[in-house]
């Protein structure tokens, strides 16, 4: 059974630092979509996008997403737009578990306002364009198999003890050493 642990939601959720964070405690490899992405093109992702789009890039996101996975036992930390294609989420489905950072819209604009690698932010308003990707995906979002709801002051720590409970409660093979 390929037991990777696949996190979910919005830019700014945390997936990144809650990932490493569980890489750490379950001593299991981790994969951050985003950073092979942009490894394997040898550009960032603004970059990508400015260059070639976002349709280009979301097809190298679903080929990056289906190498990590086929590996199984990782954890693995999407970009935010991964979740929101259906063989996305059934290539996550069939390989693991999904585990939704579901933050507000105060606490994800506070994290990502200042950050310039964003593409998809980079809109005469910004805040507004935030606001609206979080109202198409969080429907979606909620297709996950678990849910975590983050706030503005929840530690990496503590946030990753709450994935870690959530998976116990619902899966506990799934944090099994292999």
Known sequence: MRRNIVLIGMMGAGKTAIGAELSRRLSRPFWDTDAEIER???????????????A?????????????????????????GAW???????????NGLSVWLDCDLDTLWHRVRSRPTRPLLQTAEPRQTLERLLAERRPVYALADIRIQTNMGDTVEETADQVIAAIEARNPAILEAK
């Open 40 to 54: 394997a093109a040898a550009m960032t992702i603004p970059e990508i996008f400015s260059r070639d789009g976002e």
């Open 56 to 80: 280009f890039f979301r097809a190298r996101e679903s080929e990056v997403l289906s190498r990590v996975l086929a590996g199984g036992d990782s954890i693995v930390s999407t970009g935010g």
């Open 84 to 94: 929101m294609r259906q063989a996305n989420r059934d290539r996550v489905t069939q």
